[in-house]
């Protein structure tokens, strides 16, 4: 994405964090440094791989989705990617110039759901972020025409996808044997740990899972956060009670922050921008 300002990458992520408002959500105490509002007690080693959506049997899609992210690799444009949001902040400029794609396929409609910085989330208005740009580069790559992205709650988009109303999903979802049921996917583009975190204003210090016992936890609806929680009801450290659910992490965190939860489980590089803000 090229931008005419001079705002550093990593300095606007953390003051925007996953809401992409400037002014913030209220409660939300973060200064941009990670003093304040919320922090990341551990990690829970999960090895999740995120994949794009694509309805079962589209297999020439999946396939294109796969030949373009291979090309992106290796033109240098996914790297760049990763230094823009997970990196140096430096600007990867535009993804897809010198791409040698066409448009005979037809029109690929991508959904996804904002909120979920560095991934994706909205930037002045704009929809921006890890997925959105790695889409729009890797169709540029591809005989398919990229026909703008569409937006839903996450726990929306595989119905959307199924019901045709969007062609692929890129929202930083996590392959599983569930959804692999109702869904195929790529290739995987990304892969990721989830985090706990908890509010830097509270007396809630947990180090491993067994900390939580007793706490009230939330994640957002139908991500492997939520999964997560579910384990701790399994394993009888938290009680079903004791869960919390939420449509994005925007709500999540702030109810963290406020004081409604002691601890949040999200996915690592999303967590550390609402710490860092």
């Known amino acids: 994405?090229?931008?005419?300002?001079?705002?550093?990458?990593?300095?606007?992520?953390?003051?925007?964090?996953?809401?992409?408002?400037?002014?913030?959500?209220?409660?939300?105490?973060?200064n941009g440094n990670g003093e304040g509002g919320v922090e990341v007690a551990f990690e829970i080693e999960t090895g999740e791989q995120y994949g794009f959506g694509v309805r079962e049997g589209e297999?020439?899609?999946?396939?294109?989705?796969?030949?373009?992210?291979?090309?992106?690799?290796?033109?240098?444009?996914?790297?760049?990617?990763?230094?823009?949001?997970?990196?140096?902040?430096?600007?990867?400029?535009?993804?897809?110039?010198?791409a040698d794609g066409g448009t005979g396929a037809g029109t690929i409609t991508p959904g996804t759901a904002p909120g979920f910085a560095p991934f994706e989330f909205k930037e002045g208005g704009e929809l921006t972020g890890f997925d959105v740009e790695l889409t729009e580069a890797i169709v540029a790559r591809t005989d398919y025409e990229f026909g703008g992205f569409e937006e839903f709650e996450f726990d929306s988009l595989i119905p959307a996808l199924q019901d045709g109303n969007i062609d692929m999903i890129a929202a930083a979802m996590t392959i599983t044997d569930d959804r692999d049921e109702e869904i195929d996917f790529s290739n995987a583009y990304y892969e990721a740990n989830q985090a706990v975190l908890v509010s830097s204003s509270s007396d809630v210090d947990p180090s491993g899972r067994e900390d939580l016992e007793g706490r009230v936890v939330g994640a957002q609806s139908g991500t492997t956060g939520e999964g997560e929680v579910d384990k701790l009801i399994d394993d009888g450290i938290i009680s079903e009670d004791d869960k919390r659910t939420y449509n994005n992490y925007e709500l999540a965190v702030n109810d963290l922050e406020s004081g409604n939860v002691d601890a949040v489980i999200i996915d690592v590089p999303v967590a550390e921008n609402f710490a860092e803000r």
């Open 1 to 30: 994405m090229v931008r005419n300002d001079t705002v550093d990458r990593r300095s606007y992520l953390r003051a925007v964090a996953a809401g992409g408002v400037a002014v913030g959500l209220a409660g939300c105490n973060g």
């Open 59 to 98: 297999s020439d899609l999946q396939g294109a989705l796969d030949d373009g992210l291979q090309a992106a690799r290796q033109e240098g444009v996914y790297s760049d990617l990763i230094e823009e949001y997970f990196g140096n902040g430096d600007d990867a400029g535009d993804v897809t110039e010198g």
